[in-house]
């Protein structure tokens, strides 16, 4: 894009942002209300909302991309969430941060939670073999002396395992749980546990049916009961060609049109890439990431397991990221992001949180090629960055009472003398 024509986009911003910009939805529940009102009405989070609105604007007419939703969050409060474009391009439809999306991999953090969940409750342990809980579950390994995997290798991508179960991505036609079962044991493994980082959707739906044979119920259920209902999040779903599902649309082709995907079934890879979701609901996870205290109702982990879940434990070969448990971990520079991605016929997801500033974005797409991790990246240091710094507590500041300090020699030693407090010291 020419320089005058980027130009031209960002003045025109604000009328195209009139034209596809969505209302911003109203905050989740406030723990401190006047800290979020602050934060909303500060001039630079507002200032780097419209710097954001311009770029994206120009990216939607640039590449001519159907629709995104985007929400940040501080701590508690989903601070900021809009749409641009539409759901559905033929009729219409604007985006919003109700719209739902298939979240793909995101369906990893969930499953990752579930585990840690049932960890607390001393029905599993991180270093357990996989074939505890699942007597069939048998790879050819890498090496003949190769241990057995563990859970926590399924969940941080060094198991070892093959990325896929099938060829699923091509024909969209995705295995179900028992098929799942018997191709298993025809499964070469490519590395042996712990050796690297390897990602894999088969190790996360292999997770997803032990979490199925440790606590009785469904992944589905599972999840329905003890994550999205103690958060609130009643848009999502797993699975489900739910009602307000936006239209995703695949790759821009050279003559300008987009092909429409049809709903497709994760079916036993759920647990891996089933989930569906809206910004709302997903600000509602993105906060408890950010809580402190005991499992229980909203805290659906302890602080200990979400400090484990967002711990490195898997670097990649070339050492500038890896994984923690469900989560893609990186740094960049003075800061630490935990984040994850997801794609999936006609969608591609990011959530992208900075811990230690308590702050998180989500980007939610219905292009397959929106690169929705560098729009989740704008974000986070545009919008995020200012809210970060506005939900900043207040340095503390210590007052210094000037005082004058003189020097004076008197009979042979040298007097140090405080003015203002009387107080003389001798110093040899």
Same mark, same amino acid.
């Given at each position: 894009?020419?320089?005058?024509?980027?130009?031209?986009?960002?003045?025109?911003?604000?009328?195209?942002?009139?034209?596809?910009?969505?209302?911003?939805?109203?905050?989740l529940r406030a723990q401190s209300p006047a800290a979020a009102t602050s934060v909303v009405s500060d001039a630079e989070v507002l200032g780097a909302q419209r710097l954001f609105n311009a770029w994206l604007e120009g990216q939607i007419l640039y590449r001519h991309l159907p629709g995104i939703a985007v929400g940040v969050v501080a701590d508690q409060e989903l601070i900021w969430a809009t749409g641009f474009g539409f759901?559905?391009?033929?009729?219409?439809?604007?985006?919003?941060?109700?719209?739902?999306? *298939?979240?793909?991999?995101?369906?990893?953090?969930?499953?990752?939670?579930?585990?840690?969940?049932?960890?607390?409750?001393?029905?599993?342990?991180?270093?357990?073999?996989?074939?505890?809980?699942?007597?069939?579950?048998?790879?050819?390994?890498?090496?003949?002396?190769?241990?057995?995997?563990?859970?926590?290798?399924?969940?941080?991508?060094?198991?070892?395992?093959?990325?896929? !179960?099938?060829?699923?991505?091509?024909?969209?036609?995705?295995?179900?749980?028992?098929?799942?079962?018997?191709? =298993?044991?025809?499964?070469?493994?490519?590395?042996?546990?712990?050796?690297?980082?390897?990602?894999?959707?088969?190790?996360?739906?292999? !997770?997803?049916?032990?979490?199925?044979?440790?606590?009785?119920?469904?992944?589905?259920?599972?999840?329905?009961?003890?994550?999205?209902?103690?958060?609130?999040?009643?848009?999502?779903?797993?699975?489900?060609?739910?009602?307000?599902?936006?239209?995703?649309?695949?790759?821009? =082709?050279?003559?300008?049109?987009?092909? $429409?995907? *049809?709903?497709?079934?994760?079916?036993?890879?759920?647990? %891996?890439?089933?989930?569906?979701?809206? $910004?709302?609901?997903?600000?509602?996870?993105?906060?408890?990431?950010?809580?402190?205290?005991?499992?229980?109702?909203?805290?659906?982990?302890?602080?200990?397991?979400?400090?484990?879940?967002?711990?490195?434990?898997?670097?990649?070969?070339?050492?500038?990221?890896?994984?923690?448990?469900?989560?893609?971990? *990186?740094?960049?520079?003075?800061?630490?992001?935990?984040?994850?991605?997801?794609?999936?016929?006609?969608?591609?997801?990011?959530?992208?949180?900075?811990?230690?500033?308590?702050?998180?974005?989500?980007?939610?797409?219905?292009?397959?090629?929106?690169?929705?991790?560098?729009? %989740?990246?704008?974000?986070?240091?545009?919008?995020?960055?200012? $809210?970060?710094? %506005? !939900?900043?507590?207040? %340095?503390?500041?210590?007052?210094?009472?000037?005082?004058?300090?003189?020097?004076?020699?008197?009979?042979? *030693?040298?007097?140090?003398?405080?003015?203002?407090?009387?107080?003389?010291?001798?110093?040899?």
């Amino acid at each position: 894009m020419s320089r005058f024509m980027l130009n031209r986009l960002i003045v025109a911003g604000g009328v195209l942002g009139a034209l596809i910009v969505s209302p911003p939805t109203a905050s989740l529940r406030a723990q401190s209300p006047a800290a979020a009102t602050s934060v909303v009405s500060d001039a630079e989070v507002l200032g780097a909302q419209r710097l954001f609105n311009a770029w994206l604007e120009g990216q939607i007419l640039y590449r001519h991309l159907p629709g995104i939703a985007v929400g940040v969050v501080a701590d508690q409060e989903l601070i900021w969430a809009t749409g641009f474009g539409f759901a559905d391009t033929e009729k219409k439809t604007p985006m919003t941060p109700q719209t739902k999306f *298939r979240m793909a991999s995101h369906s990893k953090l969930f499953t990752a939670t579930a585990i840690m969940q049932l960890r607390e409750q001393g029905k599993l342990r991180l270093d357990d073999p996989v074939s505890k809980y699942l007597p069939w579950f048998q790879v050819k390994t890498a090496e003949s002396e190769d241990p057995p995997i563990t859970i926590e290798e399924l969940l941080t991508h060094s198991s070892g395992l093959p990325r896929e !179960a099938g060829d699923h991505w091509t024909t969209l036609e995705f295995p179900t749980t028992e098929q799942l079962r018997a191709i =298993m044991a025809e499964r070469q493994a490519p590395f042996s546990p712990g050796v690297r980082w390897k990602y894999s959707n088969l190790a996360f739906s292999v !997770a997803g049916q032990v979490i199925e044979a440790v606590s009785g119920q469904k992944w589905a259920d599972y999840v329905q009961q003890h994550i999205y209902q103690p958060l609130g999040m009643t848009s999502s779903s797993v699975d489900q060609d739910a009602s307000g599902l936006a239209v995703g649309y695949n790759r821009l =082709m050279p003559d300008g049109t987009r092909g $429409v995907n *049809r709903f497709v079934d994760a079916r036993g890879m759920a647990a %891996a890439t089933g989930i569906t979701s809206t $910004v709302e609901d997903m600000a509602r996870f993105v906060s408890a990431q950010f809580r402190k205290g005991r499992m229980g109702g909203r805290q659906i982990l302890s602080t200990g397991s979400l400090r484990e879940m967002h711990r490195v434990r898997m670097l990649e070969n070339n050492w500038t990221q890896g994984n923690a448990i469900g989560f893609a971990v *990186r740094r960049e520079r003075d800061k630490v992001y935990v984040s994850h991605g997801g794609s999936y016929p006609g969608y591609q997801t990011n959530t992208l949180l900075q811990l230690d500033g308590k702050v998180g974005v989500i980007v939610l797409t219905n292009a397959d090629d929106s690169n929705a991790g560098a729009i %989740a990246t704008q974000l986070m240091n545009t919008v995020g960055e200012a $809210v970060a710094k %506005a !939900a900043a507590p207040a %340095a503390e500041t210590t007052e210094w009472v000037g005082e004058i300090v003189r020097f004076v020699e008197e009979g042979g *030693r040298v007097v140090r003398m405080f003015v203002g407090d009387g107080f003389v010291e001798r110093v040899r």
